[in-house]
């Protein structure tokens, strides 16, 4: 029998950015083999347009997404939850695993900024996965 398939919440502040960019980078790498969930404390209207752009740079396309409001159901149907700079406005519940994700806002960013922010976050997604992987097998 195999484990059930774990859910990873990606959480910043607009959900138009950073969250956005690693819920591709995960779609993109795992597929279906782990839930992909992303909200924010203060979702903007729209994803970022520099961040959908150098996505698509890379054959992830992220404009279909529409930034969404964390909310506490969220966070406790989640195994993981990384969080990008949302601070206090993330709830914390037991039984979770968390890791905070220091990276840079790429709101405002030049498209060179951006770029170095999506390959960090490729990065770190791909260390993840193999994590989520192993553990989950």
Do not use: K
Not at 29 to 41: F, K, M, Y
């Amino acid at each position: 029998m195999s484990a059930p398939t774990p859910v990873v919440l990606f959480v910043c502040v607009h959900n138009a950015g950073r969250s956005q960019m690693a819920a591709g980078w995960l779609a993109h790498l795992a597929g279906d083999r782990v839930g992909i969930r992303s909200a924010g404390s203060e979702p903007a209207d729209r994803i970022d347009a520099t961040a959908a752009a150098v996505m698509a740079e890379v054959g992830i396309d992220i404009t279909a997404r529409q930034p969404e409001r964390l909310t506490a159901d969220a966070v406790t149907e989640a195994d993981v939850v990384i969080t990008m700079g949302c601070g206090d406005a993330c709830p914390v519940f037991p039984g979770r695993r968390y890791e905070d994700w220091d990276l840079t806002d790429p709101a405002g960013q030049p498209v060179d900024v951006v770029r170095a922010i999506r390959d960090d976050i490729r990065d770190r997604v791909r260390r993840l996965v193999g994590d989520l992987l192993t553990t989950h097998s």
